[in-house]
């Protein structure tokens, strides 16, 4: 098991941008594929973004691709999520979770998640 706490969530203008972090607990950081999940009321938590174990792989959902990037610093155990150009569609709770295969999207493939950060776009 992994331990994950998002920070960087808050309120933003359409076509702003923000910066999510994940920090993780565990020593062997590397040996898991981080990724980025999302939830707005109502709706299931939706796949974002993934990174493989030393970051030579990332994939976005189409819903976010060429806006959202992934990143991760296996020295200091973060995963970012860099995102641009918002609309209000984005908003939702944003969720980082850890997984030691590739490539899932699915939320019930992930047991490994952080408490969520809430992202609301205004319009």
């Known amino acids: 098991q992994v331990q994950l706490v998002e920070s960087g969530g808050g309120l933003v203008q359409a076509g702003g941008s923000l910066r999510l972090s994940c920090a993780a607990s565990?020593?062997?950081?590397?040996?898991?594929?981080l990724a980025w999940f999302r939830q707005a009321p109502g709706n299931e938590r939706e796949f974002v973004a993934a990174?493989?174990?030393?970051?030579?792989?990332?994939v976005a959902a189409d819903s976010v691709k060429g806006r959202f990037a992934i990143s991760r610093d296996n020295a200091k155990n973060t995963v970012s999520l860099e995102i641009n150009s918002l609309k209000p569609e984005d908003t939702a709770v944003y969720y980082c979770?850890?997984?030691?295969?590739?490539?899932?999207?699915?939320?019930?493939?992930?047991?490994?998640w952080g408490q969520g950060t809430q992202v609301t776009v205004s319009s």
């Open positions: 565990e020593g062997t950081f590397g040996n898991y594929v």
């Open positions: 990174i493989s174990w030393r970051g030579a792989s990332t």
């Open positions: 979770a850890a997984n030691q295969k590739w490539l899932k999207r699915t939320a019930t493939e992930y047991n490994n």
